[in-house]
């Protein structure tokens, strides 16, 4: 299983797009919890209506998984989303 520290590690692999930089550098990166198999990744997109939402968690779901355990891109939301039920 992967440690915080080297998911974090491996989301610096990921680029936004548009702006070209990390999701790291870009403070984007708002939780990583490892628990049970799974790596669950909380990403805070940079505008709500983001065109590459998609592109972005499929990216951050092959960093997740790159050293082991199950990612989750449940937490690639909109600003302000964050206390949002799902979907909504």
């Not at 990583?32 to 909380?42: A, F, R, T």
């Not at 983001?50 to 779901?61: E, F, G, N, S, Y």
């Amino acid at each position: 299983m992967p440690t915080n520290e080297q998911v974090i590690e491996q989301l610096r692999k990921v680029q936004d797009p548009e702006l070209r930089r990390n999701l790291v550098t870009l403070n984007m990166v708002k939780d990583v919890v490892v628990s049970k198999g799974k790596v669950h990744v909380h990403v805070e997109l940079t505008t709500p209506a983001c065109p590459l939402k998609d592109r972005i968690a499929q990216d951050v779901r092959a960093a997740g998984g790159a050293r082991g355990g199950r990612a989750s891109d449940r937490g690639v939301q909109r600003p302000g989303a964050r206390n949002q039920p799902r979907g909504g």
